[in-house]
């Protein structure tokens, strides 16, 4: 987002009493995650392409692909250059160190690629990223302010961050008043104290973080930070798990930010996907003592919601604000809860919020003991066996169903009309690669590399990072890298096309 059309936003949501965005990349970021597509279109967003993933006639290096590209009316960027030695490319980077404060769109660093396309092609790719470039971060600004005070948040696991308030300051563009301290051990590294003139940069250009105390200006008496032993939302005895960085609140069904964590969680895309509700709403719902756990939302009834108000206090010089639910709003949550049905059970699993209990972790468990019933009665043993199920993981899933809480909001659940096991309307496909291990590397024709992945898992498969003796088959599109193949003919790993994969899950293969 430009700098001209960031200002002019923030201008027109201050007119209208919304906060102003902190900074065009988080502006940038909220544009595209919004769901209507002419809103979207207002923000101006822009774009700079800078890579052409197939060969040109007549074109041997990248600098002349992104001119013929631009000869055509692409949007390139006007600040590319060859450098011809590293002396070349450190003069480029110390001025445009200099030079991106006179930009009309930030920049955090600048990428050094390799010009000459056959040597990319010879350099190939990683699992994630190309080996012919490399970024370089610019230093992060800083600042010195003063700590005033640390307050402690805790997230939806319980896990207690502590935070800094601080002095506002300018930083990067932005008025900086708070920044985390993560964990106890960052406070006692760091000898950080109450009074003291602390170091603060953005991490990644964004994150407020401090990375240092100015001694010399430490007040005489400033004593050591001490953690705080209850947590400051219910006053429960925090816990500190050995090898574990966080603190903890155990008070998990209870304690208010968790429960409203866990009902956001829930809702989420890759969990239930109930669009129409989200953090604001929840916490309305929570507010309101309509919801306490996630099997409270299908009780909720159009009737029981229409109306319900909020007042958020007004800000400094702006007017409070009045949230509502009308009868669109009202119409689409019931909506939305109601078609969440539907949802799949590997996706309720981990809709639930088990700790450790990720997305792929619950369609391993989800795939392994098909039902509800029969993952909640699975001994440690039983677990342990479920590939990539560790100690870990097996001691979370038995802890959560222990609690008679947890297995009453499962009973409810189901009740709702919530699946709880894998259901004909909803198979998991059939599990043609079960026991095989695959290597992903180079671009492919008609999936994505994530795609790719996604199906290898869906029919049984597994992914791995790199190519060993155990290794089953490397699935190879364009750019492969050399030194892969190379080590996948040397211990005799079938390098498969797109195409024969395809055709390893077809039905009739």
């Given at each position: 987002m430009p700098h001209e059309e960031f200002e002019r936003l923030n201008r027109e949501r201050e007119e209208i009493g919304d906060n102003p965005f902190a900074n065009p990349r988080n502006a940038a970021a909220g544009s595209l995650k919004m769901q209507d597509p002419k809103e979207v279109a207002k923000r101006k967003l822009d774009c700079f392409l800078y890579y052409i993933p197939h060969n040109l006639e007549?074109?041997?290096?990248?600098?002349?692909?992104?001119?013929?590209?631009?000869?055509?009316?692409?949007?390139?960027?006007?600040?590319?250059?060859?450098?011809?030695?590293?002396?070349?490319?450190?003069?480029?980077?110390?001025?445009?160190?200099?030079?991106?404060r006179h930009l009309p769109y930030d920049i955090?660093?600048?990428?050094?690629?390799v010009n000459d396309l056959s040597l990319q092609q010879q350099l190939g790719f990683t699992t994630k990223n190309p080996r012919w470039a490399i970024a370089y971060k610019f230093k992060a600004e800083q600042v010195e302010t003063l700590l005033e005070s640390i307050d402690y948040q805790v997230g939806r696991t319980g896990a207690v961050t502590?935070?800094?308030?601080?002095?506002?300051?300018?930083?990067?563009g932005t008025t900086v008043k708070r920044a985390s301290l993560h964990n106890a051990d960052i406070i006692a590294q760091l000898d950080v104290r109450l009074g003291d003139t602390v170091y603060?940069?953005?991490?990644?250009?964004?994150?407020?973080?401090?990375v240092g105390v100015n001694l010399h200006k430490r007040p005489p008496h400033a004593e050591p930070v001490r953690f705080i032993d209850r947590c400051p939302e219910c006053d429960t005895l925090l816990v500190r798990k050995?090898?574990?960085?966080?603190?903890?609140?155990?008070?998990?069904?209870?304690?208010?930010?968790?429960?409203?964590?866990?009902?956001?969680?829930?809702i989420s895309r890759k969990a239930m996907n109930i669009d129409s509700l989200g953090e604001g709403k929840i916490e309305m719902l929570y507010d309101h003592g309509l919801v306490k756990n996630v099997a409270d939302l299908?009780?909720?009834?159009?009737?029981?919601?229409?109306?319900?108000?909020?007042?958020?206090?007004?800000?400094?010089?702006?007017?409070?604000?009045?949230?509502?639910?009308?009868?669109?709003?009202?119409?689409?949550?019931?909506?939305?809860?109601?078609?969440?049905?539907?949802?799949?059970?590997?996706?309720?699993?981990?809709?639930?919020?088990?700790?450790?209990?990720?997305?792929?972790?619950?369609?391993?468990l989800a795939a392994y003991f098909k039902t509800i019933d029969r993952l909640i009665a699975a001994s440690y043993e039983e677990l342990v066996q479920v590939e990539?199920?560790?100690?870990?993981?097996?001691?979370?899933?038995?802890?959560?169903?222990?609690k008679p809480i947890h297995r009453d909001m499962v009973e409810r659940l189901r009740?709702?009309?919530?699946?709880?096991?894998?259901?004909?309307?909803?198979?998991?496909?059939?599990?043609?690669?079960?026991?095989?291990?695959?290597?992903?590397?180079?671009?492919?024709?008609?999936h994505s590399r994530d795609e790719i992945k996604e199906l290898i898992e869906r029919f049984g498969g597994k992914n791995v990072s790199s190519i060993s003796s155990k290794t089953d088959y490397v699935l190879a599109g364009a750019n492969m890298g050399p030194a892969k193949k190379a080590k996948a003919e040397s211990l005799g790993v079938p390098i498969i096309s797109e195409e024969e994969f395809e055709a390893m899950i077809s039905r009739k293969g």
């Amino acid at each position: 987002m430009p700098h001209e059309e960031f200002e002019r936003l923030n201008r027109e949501r201050e007119e209208i009493g919304d906060n102003p965005f902190a900074n065009p990349r988080n502006a940038a970021a909220g544009s595209l995650k919004m769901q209507d597509p002419k809103e979207v279109a207002k923000r101006k967003l822009d774009c700079f392409l800078y890579y052409i993933p197939h060969n040109l006639e007549g074109v041997k290096t990248h600098y002349d692909a992104l001119k013929y590209a631009k000869e055509l009316g692409l949007k390139i960027s006007d600040n590319m250059a060859i450098c011809r030695n590293m002396t070349q490319i450190m003069e480029y980077i110390n001025d445009w160190n200099r030079g991106r404060r006179h930009l009309p769109y930030d920049i955090d660093g600048i990428v050094i690629k390799v010009n000459d396309l056959s040597l990319q092609q010879q350099l190939g790719f990683t699992t994630k990223n190309p080996r012919w470039a490399i970024a370089y971060k610019f230093k992060a600004e800083q600042v010195e302010t003063l700590l005033e005070s640390i307050d402690y948040q805790v997230g939806r696991t319980g896990a207690v961050t502590p935070v800094a308030n601080l002095k506002p300051v300018q930083l990067a563009g932005t008025t900086v008043k708070r920044a985390s301290l993560h964990n106890a051990d960052i406070i006692a590294q760091l000898d950080v104290r109450l009074g003291d003139t602390v170091y603060v940069e953005k991490g990644g250009e964004i994150i407020p973080k401090i990375v240092g105390v100015n001694l010399h200006k430490r007040p005489p008496h400033a004593e050591p930070v001490r953690f705080i032993d209850r947590c400051p939302e219910c006053d429960t005895l925090l816990v500190r798990k050995e090898g574990e960085a966080a603190h903890y609140c155990p008070n998990e069904d209870s304690c208010p930010p968790q429960i409203k964590g866990k009902l956001e969680h829930f809702i989420s895309r890759k969990a239930m996907n109930i669009d129409s509700l989200g953090e604001g709403k929840i916490e309305m719902l929570y507010d309101h003592g309509l919801v306490k756990n996630v099997a409270d939302l299908y009780d909720l009834t159009y009737k029981t919601i229409l109306g319900l108000e909020k007042v958020i206090p007004a800000e400094e010089g702006k007017k409070e604000k009045r949230l509502s639910f009308r009868e669109k709003t009202a119409e689409n949550i019931i909506k939305g809860i109601k078609q969440s049905k539907n949802v799949p059970f590997p996706r309720v699993l981990y809709a639930l919020g088990i700790r450790y209990v990720g997305e792929t972790v619950a369609k391993k468990l989800a795939a392994y003991f098909k039902t509800i019933d029969r993952l909640i009665a699975a001994s440690y043993e039983e677990l342990v066996q479920v590939e990539e199920i560790g100690e870990k993981i097996a001691e979370s899933v038995i802890l959560f169903f222990q609690k008679p809480i947890h297995r009453d909001m499962v009973e409810r659940l189901r009740t709702a009309g919530v699946q709880m096991e894998l259901t004909e309307a909803q198979p998991l496909e059939p599990q043609l690669l079960q026991g095989k291990s695959f290597v992903v590397s180079g671009v492919f024709e008609r999936h994505s590399r994530d795609e790719i992945k996604e199906l290898i898992e869906r029919f049984g498969g597994k992914n791995v990072s790199s190519i060993s003796s155990k290794t089953d088959y490397v699935l190879a599109g364009a750019n492969m890298g050399p030194a892969k193949k190379a080590k996948a003919e040397s211990l005799g790993v079938p390098i498969i096309s797109e195409e024969e994969f395809e055709a390893m899950i077809s039905r009739k293969g």
